[in-house]
């Protein structure tokens, strides 16, 4: 077959759903720091770096090295069945990164919905009732519970229902258009009025920046006051740092920009510079809460993603 973008193109049409969108037409042949190269030689600076992906840049050498190391080591033997260090020195360094001196405690999964399902099942087995709220606008996800808490109709959710249950939307603020954090609030409490009261609530989620949604901060007044509420409440508060977390916004987590600290957050995308690996990092008591055997996954926390996410940090 010829290697041309457009013969690659209508080989992937044949074979591949039209439901994956490729943004670019065009195939890649290699990639470095933040440049590509397609199949024609053709050269690119990469704004996009793999969605969010690469805040180190492709193929940095000390990713590679780690990798490779690993990989003559072990590179699968599920986390279940026997431990291996770099998962357990990954969770000590987030741990420390994210708790503020305070007892967390991480656990890891594969893709960034995954993390999202973990964040929610935890936090619905700490708090031991089903609500969950996010926020329209919000993204987390493909798969029915990261669709269903999703803010945003077509193409994520359309046709894909019935969604999954106790979710419940409010609008998240947006300075560009005049919805304060005061106005959020509001909203969130008609909510607690109309829809579900705050002691059936597990947990509130949100992007301290919305990334999909448009690149809208939370900012400060909206989560600290979000801060607070849950803590009055008993909810559990989720700060989905799969977009903006690993220096994305400039602070190594998007939560560090507003003074406040979250019970657990998720981690995926940058974490580990390519290599597909996320997780779960919150207070250990609640991170605790599933019993035995209730948190896991064949690939979770896979040696060579662990590796990787070390030499990332
Ligand atoms: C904020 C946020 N949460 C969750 C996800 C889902 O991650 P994944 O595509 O790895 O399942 C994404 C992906 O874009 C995201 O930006």
Redesign the pocket.
Known sequence: MTRDNQSLIEHRQHHVPRGVVTAHPLFVEKAQGAELWDVEGRHFIDFVGG??VQNIGHSHPRVIDAVQKQLAKVTHAAFQVVGYEVYTQLAERLNTLVGNGAHYKSFFST??????ENAIKVARAWRKVPGVIAFRG??????LL?STLTGMSAPYKQNFGPMAGEVYHTPYPDAYRNFSAADAIRSLEDLFATQIAPDRVAAIIL?PVQ??GGFLPAGKDFMQALRELTTRHGIVLIC?E???GFGRTGEMFGFQHFGIQPDVI?V??SLAGGLPI?GIVGRAEIMDAPLPGGLGGTYGGNPLGCAAALAVL
């Not at 893709?111 to 999202?116: D, L, N, P, S, Y």
């Not at 919000?138 to 798969?143: K, M």
């Open positions: 969605i969010g893709t960034g919905a995954e993390a999202v919000g993204f987390h996800g493909r798969t990261g992007e990334g999909d989905d799969i977009q903006a998720t995926a995308k996320s």
